[in-house]
């Protein structure tokens, strides 16, 4: 199994472009979140999801979209980037059988000029 | 709103000394508090969790103990090796709309010097 598998790895954007970051999980898991993090402030959440079709806000979902069609698959959209939206962003999966645990990926940096 | 504390931000300890990190968590309905350690470069991994039914846990040098009343928890890290030197976050979880979400803590960055 390759666990939780983001994409891409690295990117830069300019301030009001978009992109769309990509997390994919095989171990079928339920729950899917994306999380951000700058120093200091450890993980903070942004949205998750509780199953395919299914969306919420987290902590942070301030100019961030997200989607879920397919319950492998959790997209998390910027729409027009921002400096602030510099960060490194990590998504998790989780499910209810094996208790709480979240299984990170391996994360995107994501630099906003 | 929910919060957790995470106290020292940073921790040098020599090879072979026991390492402590303690944090504290605010909403009383928290149930499960896992641990993470975070590598360069990496995303967390859990390395041990507690849930609010149980006083201690053990994994060889690794252990977590949880004081419910005084709602912290602690991560103690005994006879430290190079490799344990990373990233450490606490969080605590509750049941919320079907879903478990955390509140991590700030980090804690663990040097072990050889």
């Known amino acids: 199994n390759a666990g939780v598998t983001q994409t891409p790895k690295f990117r830069v954007l300019k301030t009001g472009q978009s992109m769309t970051l990509l997390c994919a999980q095989d171990?079928?898991?339920?729950?899917m979140y994306w999380y951000r993090q700058d120093p200091g402030m450890g993980l903070r959440l942004i949205h998750y999801?509780?199953?395919?079709?299914?969306?919420a806000k987290g902590e942070v979902p301030d100019g961030y979209n997200v989607s879920r069609l397919k319950k492998q698959n959790f997209l998390l959209g910027l729409e027009s980037a921002a400096p602030s939206q510099t960060s490194v962003y990590f998504c998790?999966?989780?499910?209810?059988?094996?208790?709480?645990?979240?299984?990170f990926g391996p994360g995107t940096r994501l630099t906003v000029t | 709103g929910e919060n957790v504390e995470q106290h020292p931000s940073t921790l040098s300890v020599q090879e072979g000394d026991s390492a402590v990190i303690k944090c504290t968590y605010s909403?009383?309905?928290?149930?499960?508090f896992p641990w993470y350690k975070q590598e360069l470069g990496k995303g967390p991994q859990l390395i041990i969790d507690?849930?609010?039914?149980?006083g201690e846990k053990k994994d060889q040098r690794i252990a977590v103990t949880l004081n419910k009343t005084a709602k912290h928890f602690s991560l103690h890290i005994t006879e430290t090796q190079p490799e344990d030197s990373a990233v450490y976050f606490c969080?605590?979880?509750?049941?919320?709309?079907?879903?478990?979400?955390?509140?991590f803590g700030t980090g804690t960055r663990l040097k072990v010097l050889a």
């Open positions: 507690i849930r609010s039914n149980v």
């Open positions: 999801s509780v199953g395919e079709g299914t969306t």
């Open positions: 171990m079928n898991h339920e729950y």
């Open positions: 998790a999966s989780s499910y209810e059988g094996r208790g709480y645990e979240q299984y």
């Open positions: 969080a605590a979880s509750t049941a919320s709309s079907g879903t478990y979400k955390y509140i």
């Open positions: 909403d009383s309905a928290s149930n499960y």
